[in-house]
């Protein structure tokens, strides 16, 4: 009994062991299954993940494509939640905000694409970042229609610049020395300071320091300011030499508007004692207070060589404000169009241009009284017709300040008349005119060497009109229309134009068709530059 309890308890024991085995075995078979199992499902999602991926990289194309027409069908609506600025060290968060307050208020994803592209051209044009990028990022996913502008910025490595050089003008052979330097973002509001000299060889010379500051105080434009000392010899031509000192304050717009203040103290004086009488009536010292208001817009496809588009450029002028009875009062009015049409053939197009202006005295007494000589218009020159827009002063074939009324110089103590051998009519002075009138019609055309239409040097010829006059009492009264046309000096001429990286050089031909007695005329080859 004992030995078959025994062994039945070593049976017993042996099948808890067989059992134990089995239940380990059955265990091991457990895990191993669960292993499987969990590397089959890790499997599996590995290649969900990846199928998800080729998928979203096949159709994105084809999303793009989706996005691209519903923005092209409808408006899709989304507003600016966050702008997110990078990369700005010097520059302050709030400049860069503020060109993006159109992106702010923008309700469709159109109009923010629009509003952005605008900022980051402002941004660039500041001249303070090397690099900037604007990109968008979705908003908070609590938030849905909204997004992220996020703004990425360089700043330059150098923050200032400077430049010097040698200029001259042809029609009055003269030479100057100019220099500049610059400081950008000092204070970090994206302002730019500049400094700048100017000295002519017994012309001119001029030292002023000026200030550009982007969006002053809010204001949607920008503020310039500037404190300059001139001082210019006009005795060659008028028998006067000027001194002015000035400070302008002005705003620079959107849209091509300008609005400043003007203070100027001015001295004239004759050193040679020889001015007409009219100019010595205006020789010793004035105080000048105006506004001055500019509008300018500019759709020619190039400055250079327009070829198609039109230019519109207005300026008034109101001086005497203030108390001060002693204060130059006058209104003057500028105005300039241009108009460009190509003709379809060897890049061929014809210019037109028609500019006057008018200056007038105003307040007590007015009929009496003499407008300033150094605001007075002046006409003739070598400048280009369709470069700048220079108010009506161009008319070729005419040296400069060549063309209006004049007036005898008297006699110097030595009891010889001043006079200069270079002009041709030596002893009398330019006084200027009030009322100034030019038009010019111009054909540009390719030339048929490769090498010139490689290089942009090209073939014009034009003709141009201009007309000045005073407006004093005297003249006022006699004035007609039949006598101001009458009086029209004319000119035509061909050259070729060759423009080069800093300026536009012609060389011309000119022939005047009407001129009068007094008038200082250049008939023959000319020789004009032009600044871009």
Sequence with gaps: MEGEAVHS????????????????????????GFGDEKNREDEHEVGKVEKERQDEESFEPELFDRILQRLSREPVGVRVHDIIIKGNV?????????????????????????ALAKANARLEEMGIFEKCSVTLDAGPRELPGTANVIVDVEEAKRAYSGNVGMYT?????????????????????????????????????????????????????????RISVLTQDWQKYSSY????????????????????YNLMWRFLQDPSHGASCPVRRQLGHSLLSSLKYVFKIDKRDSAVRPTEGYALASTTQVSGI??????????????????????GFYKSALNFGFAAGIIMPWGKGYQTQVTPISDRFFMGG????????????????????????????RANAAG???????????????LGGDLAVTGFADLSFDLPLRFFRETGIHG???????????????????????????????SVGAGIVIPLKLFRLEVNYCHVLQKFDNDRSKQGIQLSVSPY
């Design 169 to 225: 003008k042809p029609e009055t052979r003269n030479w100057t020395f100019e220099g500049s330097l610059k400081w950008k973002n000092l204070l970090g509001n994206g302002e730019t300071w500049d400094g700048t000299g100017c000295y002519g060889w017994d012309t001119t010379s001029e030292m002023s320091v000026g200030l550009h500051y982007p969006r002053f105080w809010g204001l949607p434009g920008a503020l310039v300011a």
């Design 416 to 430: 010889s008349a001043s006079a200069d051998a270079t002009q041709n009519t030596p002893g009398r002075d330019i």
């Design 9 to 32: 308890d070593d049976g017993e024991s042996g099948n808890e062991h067989s059992s134990l085995e089995n239940s380990s075995g059955v265990l091991e078979e457990r895990d191993g």
């Design 382 to 409: 070598h400048s280009s017709l369709v470069c700048d827009l220079r108010g009506p002063a161009t008319l070729l074939g005419f040296r400069s300040r060549g063309v209006g009324p004049s007036a005898v110089r």
């Design 241 to 260: 030499k000027e001194h002015v000192t000035g400070l302008s304050v002005g705003l620079i717009l959107p849209r091509q508007h300008e609005l400043s």
């Design 460 to 490: 014009h010829c034009f003709g141009c009109i201009g007309n000045l006059i005073g407006l004093a009492e005297g003249e006022m009264k006699s004035l007609s229309l039949q006598r101001f046309w009458s009086s029209l000096r004319c």
């Design 90 to 114: 010097r520059t302050k968060d709030s400049v860069i905000e503020a060109e993006f307050e159109e992106a702010r208020r923008a309700t469709t994803m159109q109009e923010l694409l629009q």
């Design 322 to 343: 203030g108390p001060d009875r002693h204060l130059s009062r006058f209104v003057r009015q500028e105005l300039e169009l241009r108009y460009a049409i190509p003709l």
